[in-house]
C-alpha cells in the first residue's frame, strides 16, 4: 500500500523522490478529481500551474493526465506562473477550480500540491478533508490519458496567464504614477516565480526596477529557502544599500508572499507590512470594508478597525479560513502573519505582487520612503514588536497540549495575561494589548511560539515565557 496522503492548510507537501513522487502526485491529482466530480464538474475546465522547482513542470503535466482522464478539462499555464496569477485565472477562464504545484517558501528538498476552489481561494477545511478521503491507496486507481492524447483531442490546453492578469491589475492601480515616480525599486525574486514581473509592469518610465534572484535556480543560493524573512533576505537587504534603492520588495518562491525593506536595508517585518496596507486603503485611497485577520497577526488591525469604524474578524491560521471569510464578509484586506495579504477586487486569494504595487503606490501618494511611511502607521496606532520562534518537540502533541493548559502563567514577559484564546491554537492575551501564541504546525513536528508587544524590551522574555509555558527548555 502507498504512503498514506495527509492535507495541511493548503494542501500537501513532500520530500521530492522520498514520498513526493509522481505516484503520489497522481494520486492528490485522483483525489481532487473525483472531489470534483462529486460536485458535478464534470466536462469543466482545471487550471493547472507550477512553480520553478525541480521538475514541477513534469509534475504538473502528470497532473494534467489525471484530471483530463476524469473528464475534466485543462488550462495549462506554459511556463512557471504566480500563485495569484493561478488564481485569477480560475476566475477568468471560469474554471471551477486549480492545481498549483508549489512548495512555496519551503527548502529546496520539497514541492507541494496546492489546490483552489472555483473563485481562485483556498478551499475550506472540510473540503480539504473530503479531498484527502478521496485520494486512492493505489495508484492502479488512478485514472491517466497520455498527455499528447489529451492535448490533440483538447483535454489539455496549454495557455499564457500574464496579459488577462496584468489588464486586471490595471483595474485596480494606476500604474503610471509609479513607472514616472523616478524610483529605484530593489526586486528579490528569491530564485521564484516573481521574476521579471514588477520589471514587466513598471517599464517605460523614469522609475528603475533592479532584480536579483531572478533566474531559475532550484538550490536556491544565498538564502536557507524562498521565504522572505531573515536571514534568507540579508544579500536583498545589503543589494538595496550598495544600490542606493528607495525600497526592496521581496517575493517567496510562488509569489504570493511580499517581503518589504526599506530605503536604509532594514526588514519590515510581516505583521507592520499588513498595518501599513490597511492603512493605505483606509487613508490613502479612502476605502471601508471589513478586515480579516489570522490570529497569529497583528493587533495594530484592531486598531485601524475602531480608528475607522471597520469591523476585524479573526480566523485560524491559514488561507482556507482567510479566504471564506473574505467572501462571506466582502472583506477591504485579509492576511496571515506569513506575508500573505489579499484585497478586495482581487481574487480571494495572496498576492505579492499587487500588494508589493499597493507598497509602490502607497510611497508614491505619500512622498515618502518605507521608514516615513512606518512612522505615519505607528503615530496612528503607536509602535508594534514582533519575534517568533520555531522548535521542534519530543513526545506526542496532547501532551504538550496538557502542559500547556496546566501552566496557566498569570503573566508572561513580566506583563499580565488577560485571557486565553484557543481559537488555533493558545494565545494569551497581555495588559498591553499584545499577546503570546504557542501553536503546532500541522505538516511537521514543530511547536511555534509567536509574540507581539508595544514594548520593544519585553519581546525576547515573552518568547522565553511562552517556551518555558511549553515545557521547551
Excluded at 522572505?228 to 543589494?239: D, E, F, R, S
Excluded at 502607497?362 to 512612522?375: E, H
Amino acid at each position: 500500500m502507498a504512503t498514506a496522503i495527509h492535507f495541511g492548510t493548503d494542501g500537501w507537501r513532500g520530500v521530492i523522490a522520498e514520498d513526493y513522487t509522481f505516484d503520489s502526485v497522481r494520486r492528490c491529482a485522483q483525489g481532487f478529481a473525483s472531489f470534483l466530480l462529486e460536485k458535478g464538474k464534470k466536462g469543466k475546465w482545471v487550471v493547472v500551474g507550477y512553480d520553478k522547482r525541480f521538475s514541477s513542470e513534469h509534475f504538473a503535466a502528470a497532473v494534467a493526465e489525471v484530471m483530463a482522464a476524469n473528464g475534466l478539462r485543462v488550462y495549462l499555464t506554459d511556463g512557471a506562473t504566480p500563485t495569484p496569477v493561478i488564481a485569477f485565472s480560475v476566475v477568468n477562464k471560469k474554471a471551477c477550480g486549480a492545481v498549483n504545484i508549489t512548495a512555496s517558501h519551503n527548502p529546496a528538498t520539497d514541492n507541494g500540491f496546492k489546490v483552489r476552489d472555483e473563485h481562485g481561494g483556498a478551499i475550506d477545511p472540510e473540503g480539504l478533508k473530503q479531498i484527502e478521503a478521496g485520494i486512492p491507496d493505489k495508484t492502479e486507481n488512478v485514472k491517466r490519458t497520455a498527455y499528447v492524447e489529451a492535448e490533440k483531442v483538447g483535454l489539455i490546453v496549454k495557455f499564457d496567464p500574464a496579459p488577462a492578469y496584468i489588464e486586471h491589475l490595471k483595474s485596480l492601480i494606476d500604474l503610471q504614477p509609479i513607472k514616472e515616480a523616478g524610483l529605484t525599486v530593489l526586486v528579490d525574486a528569491m530564485w521564484g516565480n516573481g521574476a521579471g514581473w514588477f520589471t514587466r509592469l513598471l517599464e517605460g518610465g523614469k522609475t528603475r526596477v533592479i532584480e536579483i534572484h531572478n533566474l531559475r535556480n532550484p538550490t536556491f543560493p544565498e538564502m536557507k529557502r524562498p521565504e522572505p524573512i531573515p536571514p534568507n533576505i540579508n544579500v536583498g537587504l545589503q543589494a538595496t544599500l550598495d544600490n542606493k534603492a528607495d525600497v526592496l520588495l521581496i517575493t517567496d518562491g510562488d509569489a504570493d508572499r511580499v517581503g518589504l525593506g526599506d530605503e536604509k536595508g532594514k526588514f519590515v517585518n510581516q505583521l507592520r507590512v499588513f498595518g501599513l496596507l490597511a492603512y493605505y486603503l483606509l487613508e490613502v485611497r479612502g476605502q471601508r470594508g471589513p478586515i480579516v485577520k489570522t490570529i497569529s497577526t497583528t493587533t495594530m488591525l484592531n486598531k485601524l478597525g475602531k480608528l475607522y469604524n471597520v469591523p476585524v474578524y479573526e480566523t485560524g491560521v491559514g488561507f482556507k479560513y482567510v479566504a471564506p471569510k473574505m467572501l462571506e464578509t466582502d472583506a477591504l484586506i485579509g492576511g496571515e502573519e506569513s506575508g500573505g495579504y489579499a484585497f478586495r477586487g482581487n481574487v480571494p486569494e495572496r498576492d505579492g505582487i499587487l500588494a508589493g504595487l499597493y507598497l509602490l503606490d502607497f510611497m508614491v501618494k505619500t512622498g515618502k520612503k518605507p521608514s516615513q511611511l512606518l512612522d505615519l502607521l505607528f503615530a496612528k496606532v503607536g509602535a508594534h514588536y514582533y519575534d517568533r520562534i520555531d522548535t521542534p518537540f519530543s513526545g506526542d502533541r496532547k501532551g504538550r497540549e496538557t502542559l500547556i493548559l496546566k501552566a496557566n502563567p498569570k503573566t508572561i514577559g513580566g506583563l499580565k495575561v488577560v485571557e486565553l484564546v484557543t481559537l488555533d491554537g493558545y494565545l494569551f492575551r497581555l495588559e498591553d494589548g499584545g499577546w503570546m501564541l504557542i501553536r503546532f504546525s500541522d505538516t511537521e513536528r514543530i511547536l511555534r511560539v509567536y509574540c507581539e508587544t508595544t514594548h520593544a524590551d519585553k519581546v525576547q522574555a515573552i518568547l522565553k515565557d511562552g517556551l518555558e509555558v511549553a515545557g521547551i527548555e
